[in-house]
């Protein structure tokens, strides 16, 4: 559990930092856009690690989603921030760290009305780890082929985070795949 707040960068409509402000206290019904990154971890088998958020989320609780999301800090690089969620929310190492959707940018609101409004940098790694995750970040773990993931963002969308589904809409679009 983490003993300290984090810290997210607050943006203006052209991407550039105004600020900061504490994580927990900026995600309300009316949240400022923010950097965040989004990370899609497969195994060398060629499967997606996929995640269901803890209950106790503030935003999108019980919801499946990709592997895991966060938060840079000021001047953290996106490798160092995507390799501490790692470790933090599943206990994992990653490699191979390739950033595949860089322009990446969305707002949605979930069902208690909290809003995510994000500048959010996709992400894919690699990890040999058996996820061992924090229970106030995940509920459950599946490691799943592509193409089942696809399959069932696309019959079950709300059993899913919306960014999920829009990240690989945007993958498809762009001739990409989170496995490579």
């Given at each position: 559990?983490?003993?300290?707040?984090?810290?997210?960068?607050?943006?203006?409509?052209?991407?550039?930092?105004?600020g900061?402000?504490?994580?927990?206290?900026?995600?309300?019904?009316?949240?400022p856009?923010?950097?965040?990154?989004?990370?899609?971890?497969?195994?060398?088998d060629?499967?997606?690690?996929?995640?269901?958020?803890?209950?106790s989320?503030?935003t999108?609780p019980?919801?499946?989603?990709?592997?895991f999301?966060?938060?840079?800090?000021?001047d953290?690089?996106?490798?160092?921030?995507?390799?501490?969620?790692?470790?933090?929310?599943?206990?994992?190492?990653?490699?191979?760290?390739?950033?595949v959707?860089p322009?990446f940018?969305?707002?949605?609101?979930?069902?208690?009305?909290?809003?995510?409004?994000?500048?959010?940098?996709?992400?894919?790694?690699v990890?040999?780890d058996?996820p061992?995750?924090?229970?106030?970040?995940?509920?459950?773990w599946?490691?799943?082929?592509?193409?089942?993931?696809?399959?069932?963002?696309?019959?079950?969308p709300?059993?899913?985070?919306?960014w999920?589904?829009?990240?690989?809409?945007?993958l498809?679009?762009?001739?990409?795949?989170?496995?490579?």
């Amino acid at each position: 559990m983490n003993t300290f707040p984090e810290t997210v960068v607050l943006l203006a409509e052209d991407r550039t930092p105004v600020g900061t402000a504490d994580k927990f206290a900026v995600h309300t019904t009316d949240t400022p856009l923010h950097l965040a990154f989004s990370c899609h971890v497969r195994n060398t088998d060629g499967d997606v690690l996929v995640t269901r958020r803890a209950l106790s989320k503030k935003t999108w609780p019980g919801v499946w989603t990709n592997t895991f999301c966060g938060h840079p800090g000021p001047d953290e690089a996106f490798e160092d921030a995507v390799a501490r969620r790692a470790s933090r929310e599943l206990g994992i190492t990653v490699r191979d760290v390739e950033l595949v959707l860089p322009d990446f940018r969305y707002r949605a609101v979930d069902a208690s009305g909290i809003v995510e409004n994000e500048v959010c940098p996709v992400f894919r790694a690699v990890t040999d780890d058996v996820p061992a995750p924090a229970d106030d970040e995940v509920a459950e773990w599946a490691w799943v082929s592509e193409d089942a993931l696809r399959e069932s963002v696309a019959g079950a969308p709300f059993a899913w985070s919306p960014w999920l589904g829009w990240q690989l809409t945007e993958l498809e679009r762009q001739g990409l795949r989170v496995t490579r």
